[in-house]
């Protein structure tokens, strides 16, 4: 069974600094990974697809980065802002069945003007 | 592209009745559908797997009597919260994937928060 695991649970910093987040899955047979931003009382939108074949991907500030074999994930933030502060979800589909997402718990992050 | 829409983002019933949430997909057919459940503070909790013209998937310790859902066309999967109660009051979102576009990934509604009265 999938586990996806996200470290920190939390994270403040100031305004300006990089960051990075981190997601761990158990299974590496995964068809893609997905990192999503929710912000309170919202739904879901999606920041970056990292197909398993690729090893990152690009979208002004955020860049992810994929190692299917160690089964981890990073999303790294540059020149954060305090936009930036939400909830960052990454989900991985599996490969049998529905392809279903699995979903980490996410990592609340505050930006500090 | 790929965008899903959820209605409505809000509601409040009182306990024992019945509440209807749509999920459409605009731009795209989409032949199953995906309906989470979130819990304050805590992450997604996939609760069922909505197939079109067929019956739904349900994940283990969801009461498929309870949430009713139908998925009648390849743009509308409706979830039926039925006879609720205050402990079903949650955060239901639900998503998509347009499977002409394989580069990209799953499309979320906006949600909706259920209180139950």
């Known amino acids: 069974k999938q586990e996806v695991t996200q470290i920190p649970a939390a994270l403040s910093v100031p305004e300006g600094e990089n960051l990075v987040l981190n997601c761990s899955f158990t299974?590496?047979?995964?068809?893609?990974l997905q990192w999503f931003r929710q912000d309170p009382g919202k739904g879901l939108t999606s920041l970056l697809l990292?197909?398993?074949?690729?090893r990152e991907q690009t979208s002004g500030r955020l860049n992810a980065s994929l190692d299917k074999s160690s089964g981890r994930s990073t999303l790294y933030i540059a020149a954060s802002q305090p936009g930036d502060s939400a909830t960052y979800l990454c989900?991985?589909?599996?490969?049998?069945?529905?392809?279903?997402?699995?979903f980490g718990q996410g990592t609340r992050l505050t930006i500090n003007p | 592209g790929a965008v899903v829409s959820q209605h409505p983002s809000r509601v409040i019933c009182k306990s024992g009745t019945s509440v209807k949430i749509e999920c459409r997909s605009l731009?795209?057919?989409?032949?199953?559908m995906f309906w989470y459940r979130q819990f304050p503070k805590q992450s997604l909790m996939l609760m069922a797997t909505?197939?079109?013209?067929?019956?739904?998937?349900?994940e283990q310790g969801v009461e498929k009597d309870k949430f009713l859902i139908n998925h009648a066309s390849l743009t509308l999967s409706t979830l039926t919260v039925t006879s609720a109660h205050p402990e079903d009051s949650s955060f239901y979102i639900c998503?998509?994937?347009?499977?002409?576009?394989?580069?990209?990934?799953?499309?979320f509604g906006s949600g909706t928060r259920l209180t139950v009265v």
């Open positions: 909505s197939n079109e013209g067929s019956k739904a998937t349900y």
């Open positions: 731009d795209f057919q989409a032949t199953t």
């Open positions: 989900a991985v589909r599996g490969i049998q069945g529905a392809q279903k997402l699995v």
């Open positions: 990292i197909q398993s074949s690729q």
């Open positions: 299974d590496s047979a995964i068809y893609n």
């Open positions: 998503s998509a994937r347009d499977l002409t576009r394989e580069g990209y990934g799953y499309t």
